[in-house]
C-alpha cells in the first residue's frame, strides 16, 4: 500500500508500516480490489483523519468501530459523512447531546471536518470495510495498527481527551496512560444504547474544561 500520511504520523508510525502485518493489510485490499470488491472509504481518504489531525495538532480523540458501509458515506472520519448524505443515526445522537450540553444548533449535514482540523483525531479502529459488509476487514489486521496509535497519542503527548463510548471503544483503556490523560466513558450514542448513559453525560464540555485547565484552546464543537 503506498500511504499517503501527512508527515508527522509518517515519522512516528514508521515502524507499523515495515510489520509484517501492515504488508497484510496491503495485500488483502489489493486482493479484493482486483475481485472487483467495492471498498469504503475511498483510498485517498484511508488516512483522512491522519492527514487532518497531525500528531502534534491532537487534542482530543474519539474512537469508533468501523467506517460506514454505505454509498458516499465513509470519508476517513470516525462517525462522519460527507456532505449531501443522510446523518446517520449515531451522529444525531451526538448532534442531541451537543445541543443539550453546549446549546449548538442542529447541524444541516455529518460532515465533522472542522472538529478534525481543530485536533479532534476521529479514529475507526479498522480504516478500510467491503461495501454493504460491517465489519468485513475487523481482522485483516487494522486493529493491530490503531492499537499501535493510540499507543503512540499516549507515549508521545499531554493532556488528550479520550472519548471512548461503548463497549469497543472502552476496550482501548488499557493503551492509554491515565496519569497524563483525560478519559471520558459512557455508553455508545447508538439509538440501542444512547438513553443508557449517553444523553448528558456532558463529554463535550468536559472535554473543553480539561483543555482549558491545561492551557490549550477549547473545540468549537458547533458545525456549520
Request: aromatic content about 10%; hydrophobic content about 40%; some cysteine.
Amino acid at each position: 500500500m503506498n500511504v499517503q500520511i501527512e508527515a508527522s504520523w509518517k515519522q512516528a508510525l514508521q515502524d507499523e508500516f515495515k510489520k509484517a502485518y501492515f504488508a497484510n493489510i496491503a495485500d488483502r485490499l489489493k486482493i479484493e480490489k482486483e475481485q472487483q470488491k467495492l471498498i469504503y472509504p475511498p483510498g485517498s481518504q484511508i488516512f483522512n483523519a491522519f492527514n487532518l489531525t497531525p500528531l502534534d495538532k491532537v487534542k482530543v480523540v474519539i474512537i469508533g468501530q468501523d467506517p460506514y458501509h454505505g454509498p458516499k458515506q465513509a470519508h476517513g472520519l470516525s462517525f462522519s459523512v460527507q456532505k449531501g448524505v443522510a446523518i446517520p443515526p449515531s451522529l444525531m445522537n451526538i448532534y442531541k447531546e451537543l445541543s443539550d450540553d453546549i446549546g449548538m444548533p442542529m447541524p444541516k449535514h455529518g460532515d465533522l471536518t472542522s472538529w478534525a482540523e481543530q485536533g479532534v483525531f476521529l479514529l475507526n479502529a479498522s480504516l478500510t470495510v467491503r461495501a454493504g459488509e460491517p465489519m468485513s476487514h475487523a481482522k485483516i489486521g487494522w486493529a493491530e495498527f490503531t492499537n499501535a496509535v493510540i499507543k503512540t497519542i499516549s507515549e508521545q503527548k499531554q493532556h488528550v481527551v479520550f472519548l471512548l463510548w461503548g463497549k469497543f471503544a472502552q476496550e482501548k483503556r488499557t493503551l492509554i496512560d491515565e496519569r497524563k490523560h483525560l478519559i471520558l466513558r459512557s455508553v455508545h450514542p447508538s439509538p440501542l444504547s444512547a438513553y443508557g448513559g449517553f444523553f448528558g453525560c456532558k463529554h463535550f464540555s468536559k472535554a473543553n474544561e480539561y483543555l482549558v485547565s491545561k492551557g490549550l484552546d477549547p473545540i468549537n464543537w458547533t458545525i456549520a
